[in-house]
C-alpha cells in the first residue's frame, strides 16, 4: 500500500545551510533534500568539472529560494513532529540578529510513496538492440523472437538500453565482439555491456565502476544471465590498477571521464583490438577523437544520434 507522507520545504539562506541541518538533526530529522540557487551557479560556472548535459528545467534553480526540505511520514506523530519544527525554527529566528539565515519560514504540502524503489519499472520494457539483442526486464516474459535474450534488473545502476549512450554501445559491441575475445568495460554500471558482450560471443570480462551498488548490480545480472563463471567485476577508478591488455576495451562514460582514461587506453589495448566510446555530446566528439588519435589510435566508426555520440577507434591503423 502507498505510503502517505508531508513535505516540509523550510526557507533560508545559503549561510543558514549548515545550521538548519544540524539544528533538525538534533530534533530527529537527519535527513533532508537542500536546494540551493548559489551551489547550482557554481555548478553552471565548473566549479564541480565539465558537464556536458543538464535538463533545461534545471535551470530555475538557478533563481530558487534556498530551501531544506524534509520528509516526514504522516502517521500520528505528524503534528508533533510539525510543532517541533516550528519551535526550532522560533529559536533560530531568536538568535539570528543580523538576518543572515533568511526568512526561516516553512510550507507544509502531502505527497504519495508509489514505491519508489519500484515504481520505475512501469517505463522498462523489453527492448530490440542491434541485430541480435533483446534486453528484457527480469520480472517481464520475454518472446525472443530469435534475438539473444539479455536479462536485466538495473536497479539503482545506470544502463537499461532505453537510454541513448548505452544503446550504441549495444550496437558497436553486436559488430565488434568476436568469439573468445577478452573485453574491459569501464563504468560498468548495471553490467548491461559486460554481459551483451559475452552473450554475443566473447571469451571473458572485467568489469570496473567507482560505484560499490553497481558492482553490486552487475554481480547479479551476471547470475540472471548464467555468465558469472566468465565475468569479474571490481569497485575502482577508470582504469587505475588494471594490467591486462584487451581484445575490446568499452566506456560508456560522459567526455571528460573519457579523456581521462585516454593515457591508460593504448597500454591496456590489445594489438588490432577496438576501443569503444560512448556516452559523448556531439560537440565534443572531435576533441576525444583528437586525444585519442594522439595515444596513436585511429578512429573508425562513428555513430550519432539525438546529439549523442559513439566512437569506436582501433589499435591498428589498417583495420578500417
Given at each position: ?14 549561510e543558514?545551510v549548515d545550521?538548519?541541518g544540524?539544528?533538525l538533526?538534533?530534533i530527529g ?18 566549479k ?16 530558487a ?16 513532529n ?14 539570528d ?6 526568512r526561516?519560514?516553512y ?21 530490440g ?11 517481464e516474459?520475454?518472446c ?10 538495473p ?8 537510454d541513448v ?8 559491441l ?8 577478452s ?5 560498468s ?6 554481459i ?6 566473447a ?5 570496473v ?13 551476471a ?59 556531439e560537440n565534443r ?25 559513439c ?7 589498417d583495420?578500417?
Amino acid at each position: 500500500m502507498n505510503q502517505a507522507w508531508i513535505q516540509v520545504d523550510i526557507y533560508t539562506t545559503t549561510e543558514g545551510v549548515d545550521l538548519l541541518g544540524s539544528a533538525l538533526s538534533d530534533i530527529g530529522h537527519p535527513s533532508f533534500l537542500v536546494t540551493d540557487a548559489d551551489d547550482f551557479k557554481s555548478f553552471l560556472d565548473g566549479k564541480y568539472g565539465a558537464w556536458d548535459y543538464y535538463h533545461c528545467d534545471m535551470l530555475s534553480l538557478s533563481e530558487a529560494e534556498t530551501t531544506v526540505t524534509v520528509y516526514i511520514p504522516h502517521t500520528t506523530q505528524v503534528q508533533e513532529n510539525l510543532t517541533a519544527i516550528r519551535a526550532m525554527l522560533s529559536r533560530l529566528k531568536a538568535s539570528d540578529y543580523a538576518g543572515e539565515f533568511g526568512r526561516l519560514e516553512y510550507s507544509v504540502s502531502s505527497i504519495i510513496d508509489e514505491d519508489w524503489a519500484n515504481s520505475w519499472k512501469k517505463h522498462f520494457k523489453p527492448i530490440g538492440v542491434g541485430k541480435k539483442l533483446l534486453i528484457c526486464p527480469s520480472w517481464e516474459h520475454c518472446c525472443s523472437e530469435g534475438r539473444i535474450v539479455l536479462r536485466l534488473d538495473p536497479g539503482m545502476a545506470f544502463g537499461t538500453g532505453a537510454d541513448v549512450t548505452t544503446r550504441l554501445c549495444l550496437e558497436a559491441l553486436d559488430d565488434a565482439v568476436e568469439d573468445g575475445c577478452s573485453i574491459l568495460d569501464v563504468g560498468s554500471g548495471s553490467g548491461i555491456l559486460a554481459i551483451a558482450a559475452l552473450l554475443l560471443g566473447a571469451g571473458s570480462v572485467l568489469g570496473v565502476d567507482v560505484d560499490s551498488v553497481a558492482v553490486e548490480s552487475a554481480v547479479c545480472n551476471a547470475e540472471l544471465n548464467n555468465v558469472s563463471d566468465r565475468c569479474k567485476f571490481i569497485c575502482g577508478d577508470l582504469a587505475v590498477g588494471v594490467t591486462e591488455t584487451y581484445d575490446i576495451i568499452c566506456a560508456n562514460l560522459s567526455a571528460d571521464a573519457i579523456l581521462a582514461l585516454a593515457p591508460d587506453s593504448r597500454r591496456l589495448l590489445a594489438p588490432e583490438g577496438l576501443l569503444i566510446l560512448s556516452g559523448i555530446k556531439e560537440n565534443r566528439a572531435r576533441e576525444v577523437t583528437d586525444v585519442y588519435s594522439q595515444q596513436g589510435l585511429a578512429p573508425g566508426v562513428l555513430k550519432e544520434d539525438k546529439g549523442w555520440v559513439c566512437i569506436v577507434l582501433s589499435n591498428c591503423v589498417d583495420r578500417y
